[in-house]
């Protein structure tokens, strides 16, 4: 791969999931100091085991759908730089924004982890802010992108439930 490939996709990971993964909850985390060491109960444990959980998926969606936007997609995660071809293949084969389900489970991974209702607020909001988003400014620019091809991808992969089954493209 190139520098200046590699360096584009640097800058939007840097600017995009970065900011939302880990930039904002430190800060989030410095305003509202959590302790989640401290008198914990089994039910606090079983809490942070399932955040945990939730975040290591969340981050197994994340990364596997950003190996697809660069090795098939041939554009970055970033709306000024967009993929150039659809990408419907790997975890896209079960749901249409794996990547914002990615970041969106390590968010609610995170706050379940640090037992931390500041960052629990900030996974929702994300959450919402994603629902308005992606059916609002995402997907029309990816249909008109795309085409008959991403219409018939949104008609048989769902937006944010996966699907039991792989969809197959024809």
Avoid: K
């Avoid at 190139?2 to 990971?13: N, S, Y």
């Avoid at 079983?46 to 098939?72: M, N, T």
């Avoid at 209702?117 to 802010?129: E, Y």
């Avoid at 029309?140 to 969809?167: K, T």
Wanted: without cysteine.
């Amino acid at each position: 791969m190139r520098l200046a490939t590699v360096l584009r996709h640097l800058f939007a990971i840097a600017v995009l999931p970065f900011t939302v993964m880990a930039l904002v909850p430190l800060w989030i985390l410095r305003r509202y100091p959590v302790f989640p060491w401290v008198e914990l109960g089994v039910f606090d444990l079983l809490l942070q085991i399932a955040g945990l959980a939730v975040l290591s998926v969340g981050q197994g969606f994340f990364w596997a759908s950003l190996r697809r936007f660069v090795e098939e997609g041939e554009g970055t995660l970033a709306p000024w730089d967009p993929p150039r071809r659809l990408v419907v293949s790997g975890p896209y084969r079960w749901v249409r924004n794996p990547m914002i389900s990615g970041v969106t489970l390590t968010l609610f991974g995170q706050a379940l982890l640090l037992l931390s209702p500041p960052l629990l607020a900030w996974a929702s909001a994300f959450l919402a802010i994603n629902s308005v988003y992606i059916p609002l400014v995402e997907e029309p620019q990816l249909e008109r992108r795309f085409g008959e091809s991403y219409r018939e991808y949104r008609r048989n992969v769902p937006r944010v439930i996966p699907r039991l089954r792989p969809w197959t493209p024809p």
